[in-house]
RNA sequence: GGGCCGGUAGCUUAGCUGGCAGAGCAGGGGACUCUUAAUCCCAAGGUCGGAGGUUCGAAUCCUCCCCGGCCCA
């Protein structure tokens, strides 16, 4: 029998042998605290000497003999129980100490402080509100092995405190996001992640059906071409926070499903996109690092507006030395790039060659926020030409830290243009492009009853998430990236 | 998909030029009424990711596979 195994073992003997007393923990459904943790301790001068209740998991015990400490763990910290034969008697003293780490206890006693200074409740009673059947991981080095990390993130957020503040350093952002929006009076909407069309980004999607209606149904890409539905009903500033699927590898900074926010405003052009997404940023920034500059990957970074601006075309040609202006077809692109350690097949064409070559020579640089704008058409089904320059579009994508933040242009309002655009994409999909935009007619007829012109933009929030936090990759801010399953032990 | 690295007790790990798999924490027994990585004594705990192979002998060398990480695609 596995060590693991014995250790089971014993603590269902003991959860057994309680339950045939008539004690059992799982029988319990309520336990009234009075405080937190963090509220003895920081409020300790007021609550000395008060009967306090408080709850959570016994993390420690220090045994001896006729005394005994323990640390319990609630949502808010940490406060040392201390408990004494004399104060207990011999019953309710040997129950104590037949605790195992991990257990989920309530307690009640009188606040006092150890002769070493430490805030502690003197215990007089206590109830087992949850026996831990398993044992946890060793208390000083806590948990490191990734994948069980990841796999059994419940046992990373018990044992390790850095990474509890990285999930709550998240829902803060989220939040302060939400509110950011609602303060410059965006309208919150859930569309669809079921899509009979999916579009709004170059990305392969998860296909599903649907049983009742025998119909094929994809699972987001992007909710941009519903919101974009919205301006024509006549909402001006809309926005949605939520999960997108795209069905590519898993790696440092993918995972298959995360959390993108988009919002659009009619009536705002480029420019008004670029002041929303450094307004956005700082204000998160200044949520979760106390000011607009913060560290990532040993770099200084400093969000404060207004971020540079990079032409996309003269920043890859001044990084490679090909001008992708002067490349009129994909044979010339891919001439002219196959002296670039580009690694890159026949089948990639004009754009995804000048893609491939900004990935690797230009935004490795990005460490300063930067705006690169000025996208040329082909590669920008969804946004509006420039009048003086009919091949480039409203276009901007963020980098900071060299990392790829979101998108944003001028929304296509002109319903002709379009179609062919969409029928460019079709085109690129019979040439082999598996992440060209499918045909929405529908969108294109919402088109026909009149869009205003209207500023979109997309953020992605774990990668936000990941600089702010100066993670080392994306897993490390979603609580359970997605891995390849194992056969239950 | 390719390259490199890793998987040893519940956890953190040593052992890797082949020769009885070792420690700390956790768990068990004992001592201890102010400890906080408590301390001290005792005993126990292993399918060395899996399957083959080489060898008198494999955690260690070889092959394949599984899982993960990093980099590239």
């Keep these: ?142 948990l490191k092995d990734v994948e069980t990390r990841y796999r059994q993130r419940y046992l990373d957020l018990i044992v390790n405190e850095e990474v509890r503040e990285v999930f709550k350093k998240r829902a803060r952002m989220i939040t302060r996001l939400r509110r950011s929006l609602e303060e410059r009076g965006f309208v919150e909407f859930s569309t669809p992640i079921l899509q009979p069309i999916y579009g709004g980004a170059n990305a392969r999607p998860f296909t599903t059906h649907h049983n009742a209606l025998d119909m094929r149904l994809y699972m987001r890409i992007a909710p941009e071409l519903y919101l974009k539905r919205l301006l024509v009903g006549g909402f001006e500033k809309v926005y949605e926070i939520g999960p997108m699927f795209r069905n590519e590898g898993v790696d440092a900074r993918h995972n298959p499903e995360f959390t993108m926010l988009e919002a659009y405003q009619a009536y705002a052009d480029l420019e008004d996109m670029m002041d929303l997404f450094e307004g956005l940023v700082v204000e998160l920034a200044e949520e979760v690092c106390e000011g607009t500059t913060f560290t990532y990957r040993g770099n200084e970074i400093d969000v404060a507006p207004p971020w540079r601006r990079l032409p996309l075309l003269a920043a890859v040609e001044e990084a490679t030395g090909v001008d992708f202006r002067e490349l009129s077809g994909d044979e010339e692109a891919r001439a002219a790039c196959a002296e670039l350690d580009l690694g890159h097949t026949d089948a990639d064409n004009w754009g995804a060659l000048l893609d491939k070559a900004f990935d690797r020579y230009v935004q490795p640089e990005l460490i300063q926020p930067t705006f690169v704008v000025d996208y040329p058409v082909a590669i920008s089904p969804l946004a509006k030409r420039k009048p003086e320059e009919l091949d480039t579009t409203f276009r901007f994508e963020p ?39 499918p045909l929405d007619e529908d969108f294109v007829t919402a088109l026909e009853y009149g869009m205003p012109p209207a500023g979109g933009m997309g953020l992605g929030v774990d990668r936000l998430a990941m600089l702010l936090l100066d993670a080392p990759n994306l897993r490390e801010v979603i609580a359970f990236p997605l891995l390849r399953t194992r056969e239950a032990e």
């Design 1 to 142: 029998m596995s060590e693991q195994g014995d250790q089971r073992e014993a603590r269902l003997a003991k959860l057994k042998a309680m339950q045939q007393e008539g004690r059992d923990p799982f029988a319990e459904t309520k336990y009234e605290r009075t405080h937190l943790a963090a509220e003895l301790q920081e409020h300790f001068q007021e609550l000395e000497g008060n009967n306090i209740t408080v709850a959570g998991r016994l993390m420690a015990i220090r045994q001896h003999g006729k005394s005994a400490f323990a640390d319990l763990a609630d949502g808010s910290g940490q406060v040392q129980l201390f408990a004494r034969l004399n104060e207990l008697g011999e019953e309710v003293f040997a129950r104590f100490l037949d605790l195992d780490l991990g257990d989920i206890v309530g307690a009640r006693g009188n606040l006092m402080k150890t002769r070493s200074g430490e805030v502690s409740l003197l215990l007089e009673d206590f109830t087992l509100l949850a026996k831990s059947l398993r044992p946890l991981p060793e208390k000083f080095h806590g």
């Design 399 to 437: 980098f900071i830290g060299g990392e790829e933040l979101g998108n944003a242009f001028a929304e296509l309002n002109d319903p002709l243009d379009q179609r062919r655009r969409f029928e460019q994409q079709a085109a690129a999909r019979e040439a082999g492009d598996e992440e060209a935009h």
